[in-house]
């Protein structure tokens, strides 16, 4: 079974640029989840949606954090305009349901200069 | 006071010892999982369990509701098991939004 795929891996950019990381879950999974994870600290909720809805966006810094999955299935998370303390690990879970367990991509590692 | 407390924050242990990390927290959960997270970012999903116990290979893990604690052992430790192993939480609350500890570096040396 294919896993959660990301991209990119890595990516560095300069402040005040714009970012976008791409998310393929699991075949079939409904729920989709987007983390961010600080050096040193446990990944951070940042959007969770069940199909193309929103589910739980309360922690999403919505003035420069956006994303969306049009057809339920792939997903964006796009940051615009980036600061330093976006660099983070980004990471991209799914699973067949919410209160299923959950499988992690490898995540995207963003370093803002 | 975070809701999900580790401990220890790091761990160094010979190769074969037995390991124990302990996980506490301080909401009413629905699940809770244990999860493995090797350099470069990948998370590993290695439990998620609700009541009991659960055995997968040389790891275990157990949950005391009552307690509300939980630890993840490794038996035979080889140092491919070196990795940060992080707890994490699904509460009534919450939904089934993960709310993660901080973490416990494991280094099994050989």
């Known amino acids: 079974e294919a896993g959660v795929a990301q991209s990119p891996r890595y990516k560095i950019i300069e402040k005040r640029q714009s970012v976008a990381f791409w998310c393929n879950p699991i075949?079939?999974?409904?729920?989709l989840y987007w983390y961010q994870q600080i050096l040193g600290q446990g990944p951070k909720l940042l959007i969770q949606?069940?199909?193309?809805?929103?589910?739980?966006d309360s922690q999403l810094p919505k003035d420069r954090f956006s994303a969306e999955r049009l057809k339920g299935v792939d997903s964006t998370l796009k940051i615009q305009p980036a600061k330093l303390e976006d660099s983070a690990v980004y990471l991209c879970?799914?699973?067949?349901?919410?209160?299923?367990?959950?499988?992690f991509g490898q995540g995207t590692r963003l370093t803002v200069v | 006071k975070n809701e999900v407390e580790q401990s220890p924050q790091n761990l160094t242990a010979q190769e074969g010892e037995f390991i124990t990390i302990n996980c506490s927290y301080s909401?009413?959960?629905?699940?809770l999982h244990w999860l493995q997270q090797h350099p470069g970012g990948g998370i590993v999903s290695l439990f998620m369990?609700?009541?009991g116990k659960k055995k997968h290979g040389r790891l275990i893990a157990t949950i005391n509701i009552q307690e509300k604690h939980s630890s993840l052992h490794i038996t035979a430790s080889h140092p491919r098991d070196s990795a940060v192993y992080i707890c994490?939480?699904?509460?009534?609350?919450?939904?089934?939004?993960?709310?993660f500890g901080e973490g416990t570096q494991l280094t099994v040396n050989p």
């Open positions: 949606f069940q199909n193309n809805g929103v589910v739980d």
């Open positions: 369990l609700s009541s």
């Open positions: 909401v009413g959960i629905s699940a």
């Open positions: 879970a799914s699973s067949l349901a919410a209160y299923t367990e959950a499988f």
């Open positions: 075949s079939g999974h409904a729920t």
């Open positions: 994490a939480v699904s509460s009534e609350t919450s939904g089934s939004r993960l709310t």
